[in-house]
């Protein structure tokens, strides 16, 4: 591919080599820890588990794939609801879990093929059941940015919702005045202005960093050491659906990093590898107390931008990050950011997470104007935003985004009137 600065296996010299590999690390910095930070798990395991999960990605795809695994946003909610109902140990074996879906589909498609999974998930039921991640945690965004807990109770804050107003507008001027790695890093940016702005404001509290020490071993959550390892049908059922989300996701990075470095990565290594290995990264998240993974869009636009391709670069910032885990004093200052300044982010992220699922209509040319396309959309979005529920039993149930993925692709099947667009067809 012209143009290009480094193949996928090139080695930069030593001292690109660093500055290169920082550059991806911070690229995927922000929107990794912020994970952690809603749903109640470590920033230092999301990072480490995010730097062991990238190196088996790349061993797993033969060092073909220049992609970096970073926390899942998708998994937000059925983390936050495994959490609530069985605690915290229930969202990391429902993470292992989407991980054995990964394994099975991945095996399927190393039997059979790729294309019964484009069918299954073509972009009229993808993009409603994007947008529905993004829509139904806007009101978590909100409360966050807005209130602070006095006495167990939310109150409106203005100074509080002051700093994610600066947060948000920090993050904004990066994605339209700045071009760049910057325009790439709203999120990293935003946080640190915020943060910034929070020690001005008062609304910090640096006790817990001062007495933080410079080296941590990361906190682990170890299945029958730390929680009993209980599987129960309502856990599966809130985290396994969501699946159906991720794995569309990795198809359409798979599709555009390809196009960036002139590959065909559906075919070589094939999407049976690069499935596999997201799996695998989740796997061993999941078994040390990690949230769940995904190739990153921040880390395909660094490398659309610098035009370094090196999995060699990627494979350096994973260990930067695996090293950055064990930093203390860095830790101790990612949980003293306010509330208020991961709400900020936050109305802008989920924003664009919604938004996405509105572009992928646009670029594939949804037509409304049919009856099908016009009923499935719509049935997603209520049933996921309304968070409706089908309850079995005291023990088993499908709620929200994980119902909403399950009807849209019933609903796929069943309605007359099928046309055969997929995932890979973007018109003109």
């Given at each position: 591919?012209?143009?290009?600065?480094?193949?996928?296996?090139?080695?930069?010299?030593?001292?690109?080599?660093?500055?290169?590999?920082?550059?991806?690390?911070?690229?995927?910095?922000?929107a990794t820890i912020l994970v952690p930070q809603l749903v109640g798990l470590s920033p230092a395991i999301a990072l480490l588990t995010s730097g062991i999960a990238t190196i088996i990605f790349i061993i797993v795809t033969r060092f073909?794939?220049?992609?970096?695994?970073?926390?899942?946003?998708?998994?937000?909610?059925?983390?936050?609801?495994?959490?609530?109902?069985?605690?915290?140990?229930?969202?990391?074996?429902?993470?292992?879990?989407?991980?054995?879906?990964?394994?099975?589909?991945?095996?399927?498609?190393?039997?059979?093929?790729?294309?019964?999974?484009?069918?299954?998930?073509?972009?009229?039921?993808?993009?409603?059941?994007?947008?529905?991640?993004?829509?139904?945690?806007?009101?978590?965004?909100?409360?966050?940015?807005?209130?602070?807990?006095?006495?167990?109770?939310?109150?409106?804050?203005?100074?509080h919702f002051s700093a994610a107003l600066v947060t948000l507008v920090s993050a904004i001027i990066c994605i339209m005045f700045f071009r760049g790695v910057v325009s790439l890093m709203p999120i990293l940016i935003g946080i640190v202005?915020?943060?910034?702005?929070?020690?001005?404001?008062?609304?910090?509290?640096?006790?817990?960093?001062?007495?933080?020490?410079?080296?941590?071993?990361?906190?682990?959550?170890?299945?029958?050491?730390?929680?009993?390892?209980?599987?129960?049908?309502?856990?599966?059922?809130?985290?396994v659906p969501i699946a159906i989300v991720t794995i569309s996701e990795h198809i359409g990075h798979q599709l555009v990093l390809g196009r960036i470095v002139d590959r065909d990565y559906i075919q070589n290594p094939g999407l049976n590898?690069?499935?596999?290995?997201?799996?695998?990264?989740?796997?061993?998240?999941?078994?040390?107390?990690?949230?769940?993974?995904?190739?990153?869009?921040?880390?395909?636009?660094?490398?659309?931008?610098?035009?370094?391709?090196?999995?060699?670069?990627?494979?350096?910032?994973?260990?930067?990050?695996?090293?950055?885990?064990?930093?203390?004093?860095?830790?101790?200052?990612?949980?003293?950011?306010?509330?208020?300044?991961?709400?900020?982010?936050?109305?802008?992220?989920?924003?664009?997470?919604?938004?996405?699922?509105?572009?992928?209509?646009?670029?594939?040319?949804?037509?409304?104007?049919?009856?099908?396309?016009?009923?499935?959309?719509?049935?997603?979005?209520?049933?996921?935003?309304?968070?409706?529920?089908?309850?079995?039993?005291?023990?088993?149930?499908?709620?929200?985004?994980?119902?909403?993925?399950?009807?849209?692709?019933?609903?796929?099947?069943?309605?007359?009137?099928?046309?055969?667009?997929?995932?890979?067809?973007?018109?003109?």
């Amino acid at each position: 591919m012209e143009g290009k600065v480094l193949d996928v296996h090139e080695k930069p010299t030593a001292g690109k080599w660093l500055t290169l590999s920082m550059q991806h690390m911070f690229a995927m910095f922000g929107a990794t820890i912020l994970v952690p930070q809603l749903v109640g798990l470590s920033p230092a395991i999301a990072l480490l588990t995010s730097g062991i999960a990238t190196i088996i990605f790349i061993i797993v795809t033969r060092f073909q794939v220049p992609a970096y695994l970073g926390s899942s946003f998708a998994f937000i909610i059925p983390i936050q609801i495994a959490t609530v109902s069985g605690g915290v140990g229930s969202a990391m074996i429902g993470s292992m879990f989407v991980a054995l879906v990964y394994a099975i589909v991945s095996l399927i498609i190393w039997k059979t093929g790729y294309e019964w999974i484009m069918k299954i998930l073509p972009p009229i039921v993808v993009a409603p059941v994007i947008m529905v991640i993004g829509l139904a945690l806007a009101p978590t965004a909100v409360g966050m940015a807005s209130t602070i807990q006095v006495e167990g109770e939310s109150v409106y804050s203005l100074l509080h919702f002051s700093a994610a107003l600066v947060t948000l507008v920090s993050a904004i001027i990066c994605i339209m005045f700045f071009r760049g790695v910057v325009s790439l890093m709203p999120i990293l940016i935003g946080i640190v202005v915020g943060y910034i702005y929070s020690s001005f404001i008062g609304i910090l509290d640096f006790t817990a960093v001062k007495e933080a020490k410079w080296f941590v071993f990361p906190e682990m959550l170890i299945p029958g050491v730390d929680y009993e390892f209980v599987v129960t049908p309502t856990l599966l059922a809130v985290m396994v659906p969501i699946a159906i989300v991720t794995i569309s996701e990795h198809i359409g990075h798979q599709l555009v990093l390809g196009r960036i470095v002139d590959r065909d990565y559906i075919q070589n290594p094939g999407l049976n590898r690069s499935l596999l290995g997201d799996g695998i990264g989740t796997l061993i998240s999941g078994l040390v107390g990690g949230p769940p993974k995904t190739t990153y869009g921040e880390n395909i636009g660094v490398l659309a931008i610098t035009r370094v391709y090196s999995v060699y670069v990627i494979l350096g910032a994973a260990v930067f990050a695996i090293i950055f885990s064990f930093f203390g004093k860095v830790m101790a200052i990612i949980a003293t950011i306010p509330t208020a300044v991961l709400g900020g982010i936050s109305i802008l992220l989920f924003g664009i997470i919604a938004s996405s699922g509105l572009r992928m209509f646009v670029d594939h040319n949804i037509d409304f104007g049919k009856q099908r396309n016009l009923v499935i959309a719509s049935v997603i979005l209520v049933i996921g935003i309304g968070g409706a529920t089908i309850k079995f039993s005291d023990t088993f149930s499908i709620e929200g985004m994980a119902l909403a993925a399950i009807v849209g692709v019933l609903l796929n099947l069943l309605l007359p009137g099928k046309d055969e667009q997929k995932l890979t067809d973007v018109k003109d």
